[in-house]
Each structure stands twice: as C-alpha cells, then as structure tokens.
C-alpha cells in the first residue's frame, strides 16, 4: 500500500521528509535511518540527508512506500 503524504513546497530535502512523514521522531533518528540504508528514493538506494525529493517521487523506507504529492 502507498501511503501519500502531502508537502506545502516545491521540494524537501529526504531527512525533513522523514520527519514530515513522521517516520521518525528527530534529525538524528532521520540520520540512522538513511546512513544504514533503509530508504530508497525512485527504486534507488539513497544514504544523503540532504537528498532533495520533489512532487511524484517514491521513497521507500524498509517495505513502506510513500509518495509525496501537493
């Protein structure tokens, strides 16, 4: 199941998103997560926080999908 998740920009950067999404609970939660290789952005991993994500792109966090949309 994809869950959508709404943002009010243009884009935002995979840790914020994290946060946003309330996948995690804090900047350093965020940080974990993404250096052990937990997400996925577009079926890619991805291990920068500062990976700006845009309207329509998947990111997948262990087997959860998320989508952002606006």
Known sequence: MVKEIKINTDIIQ?????????IV?????????????HIQ???????????????GDEIKV???VYVIIQ
Do not use: T, Y
């Not at 995979?14 to 309330?22: C, E, G, S």
């Not at 609970?25 to 290789?37: P, Q, T, Y």
């Not at 890619?44 to 309207?55: A, C, F, G, H």
């Open 62 to 64: 262990n087997e959860e």
């Open 41 to 55: 952005v577009n079926n890619v991993p991805e291990q920068r926080r500062s990976r700006k994500l845009k309207i």
């Open 14 to 22: 995979l840790d914020q998103f994290l946060k946003w999404a309330n």
């Open 25 to 37: 609970s804090s900047g350093g939660e965020a940080k974990i997560v993404i250096k052990e290789g």
